[in-house]
């Protein structure tokens, strides 16, 4: 059965809520975990007996900002589609919203995101977590000080988490650009009657 227009906005608006506040959740947890790291690896290195294994605490952040970063790119579209859908939401003309009243029309991203910032942390942090976790382990666990090359790694970590977000940016932009195929038995004005519904 259909579902009026006000419903469908309640539910969409409800989604990008559930999506936002699951992406904060997700950060949140990341960070707690970062501390909790940082107050074991200062423990490590303040009882001699436990230096040696200190790098395995290493190698377990760079496990876990994998998957941090694995569960954020992963819910990222759901959080996109309720912001397109709720767009066209409000531009359709059964919705009669003012265009200065629109709240999902006037999201803007602009060039700095969420998601570019995610990507660059984690980039930085993998960097940082591999050539600490390798020095951690060819040094004994002594942390006195830190790896020479330590920022290159990092510096190389960030350009890659943001030539990733860069690829894959652009590789969407080309997705929604080009035209929908009709399925197969779908003629071209079934096709135009789904794309309708969908502003709609």
């Not at 539910?11 to 936002?20: D, P």
């Not at 359709?92 to 995101?113: C, K, N, V």
């Not at 190389?156 to 009709?182: C, E």
Request: net charge positive; aromatic share 12%.
């Amino acid at each position: 059965m259909p579902i009026e227009i006000t419903d469908r906005y309640k539910l969409i608006f409800e989604e990008h809520h559930y999506a936002s506040d699951f992406r904060t959740k997700i950060i949140q947890g990341w960070c707690l975990f970062y501390a909790a790291f940082a107050a074991g690896l200062s423990w490590t290195q303040a009882n001699a007996a436990a230096k040696p294994v200190s790098w395995i605490l290493s190698a377990f952040a760079f496990v876990i900002t994998w998957f941090m970063w694995a569960a954020d790119f992963r819910h990222r579209k759901a959080l996109a589609h309720s912001k397109l859908i709720g767009k066209a939401i409000e531009e359709s003309e059964a919705a009669g919203i003012p265009a200065d009243q629109r709240f999902f029309a006037s999201i803007a991203s602009g060039w700095l995101t969420h998601s570019l910032t995610i990507d660059v942390l984690a980039g930085l942090m993998l960097g940082a977590l591999f050539r600490a976790s390798t020095f951690l382990k060819g040094s004994g666990g002594d942390l006195k000080s830190v790896p020479p090359d330590l920022l290159w790694w990092t510096i190389g970590g960030s350009a890659l988490g943001a030539g990733f977000y860069l690829f894959v940016a652009v590789s969407l932009r080309r997705r929604r650009r080009a035209p929908r195929r009709a399925a197969p038995g779908e003629t071209g004005s079934e096709t135009r009657d789904v794309e309708e519904s969908v502003k709609k």
